[in-house]
């Protein structure tokens, strides 16, 4: 799949981090900046609950999660920072994933074992790396992405890597055009929002909520 014309991000990097902390001036505004901040809280705590990254949770607990992550959405958007652009320096660093609705080897589910997942992204090469650390095993998956629009990249999945005790024994190229899109959801310097699909076998999104390694 050919890219959409994508924005640059070079010189976004230097924005302030705390470029989505800012208070609004008007009492509507303020309103939905102090809904965001409770929704923030309450999701973190429901995410915080479920077991094993999410992947064995029911489907009524996955929707009534989904929804909690829209509406904290919807709530930070009085805010005006546009994640994929204007507010993309905040997504640098590493993060580890505290919750998602999808059971693919995203999710750090490999056969009946559920690893600890992580994601590095380098912002200043525009690449990333999501990683599952399952005891001594390491599986890694290199990718960079283009920028589409104030909200969306389109990701490009390079490479995946299988590591024992730190040794790699197997890495290969992914087939070209293997990737997907991620739509940024609220981000903060500690939080993110993201919902993915990967193309062309997803029909519906899938969502991850990442906390800040710390």
């Given at each position: 799949?050919?890219?959409?014309?994508?924005?640059?991000?070079?010189?976004?990097?230097?924005?302030?981090?705390?470029?989505?902390?800012?208070?609004?001036?008007?009492?509507?505004?303020?309103?939905?900046?102090?809904?965001?901040?409770?929704?923030?809280?309450?999701?973190?705590?429901?995410?915080?609950?479920?077991?094993?990254?999410?992947?064995?949770?029911?489907?009524?607990?996955?929707?009534?999660?989904?929804?909690?992550?829209?509406?904290?959405?919807?709530?930070?958007?009085?805010?005006?920072?546009?994640?994929?652009?204007?507010?993309?320096?905040?997504?640098?660093?590493?993060?580890?994933?505290?919750?998602?609705?999808?059971?693919?080897?995203?999710?750090?589910?490999?056969?009946?074992?559920?690893?600890?997942?992580?994601?590095?992204?380098?912002?200043?090469?525009?690449?990333?790396?999501?990683?599952?650390?399952?005891?001594?095993?390491?599986?890694?998956?290199?990718?960079?992405?283009?920028?589409?629009?104030?909200?969306?990249?389109?990701?490009?999945?390079?490479?995946?890597?299988i590591s024992l005790f730190?040794?790699?024994?197997?890495?290969?190229?992914?087939?070209?055009?293997?990737?997907?899109?991620?739509?940024?959801?609220?981000?903060?310097?500690?939080?993110?929002?993201?919902?993915?699909?990967?193309?062309?076998?997803?029909?519906?999104e899938s969502l991850f909520?990442?906390?800040?390694?710390?």
């Amino acid at each position: 799949m050919a890219f959409v014309g994508g924005v640059s991000v070079v010189g976004r990097v230097k924005r302030t981090r705390d470029i989505c902390v800012g208070v609004a001036t008007n009492s509507g505004g303020t309103e939905m900046v102090d809904a965001a901040a409770s929704l923030k809280k309450e999701l973190l705590n429901v995410c915080e609950r479920t077991r094993q990254n999410g992947t064995v949770e029911t489907e009524e607990t996955k929707n009534s999660i989904a929804k909690m992550a829209a509406e904290l959405d919807e709530a930070w958007r009085v805010q005006e920072v546009n994640p994929a652009t204007d507010g993309v320096g905040m997504i640098d660093g590493s993060w580890y994933l505290q919750y998602t609705s999808t059971v693919n080897p995203s999710s750090g589910k490999l056969g009946p074992f559920v690893g600890r997942v992580l994601q590095k992204i380098d912002l200043e090469n525009q690449r990333f790396e999501n990683m599952c650390l399952l005891g001594p095993l390491k599986f890694n998956l290199e990718a960079t992405w283009k920028v589409l629009d104030d909200n969306n990249f389109n990701v490009l999945f390079l490479t995946k890597e299988i590591s024992l005790f730190g040794i790699s024994v197997q890495k290969s190229p992914f087939s070209e055009g293997s990737g997907g899109f991620w739509r940024m959801g609220y981000t903060d310097e500690d939080v993110r929002v993201l919902w993915t699909k990967r193309f062309p076998r997803d029909k519906t999104e899938s969502l991850f909520v990442l906390r800040r390694e710390r």
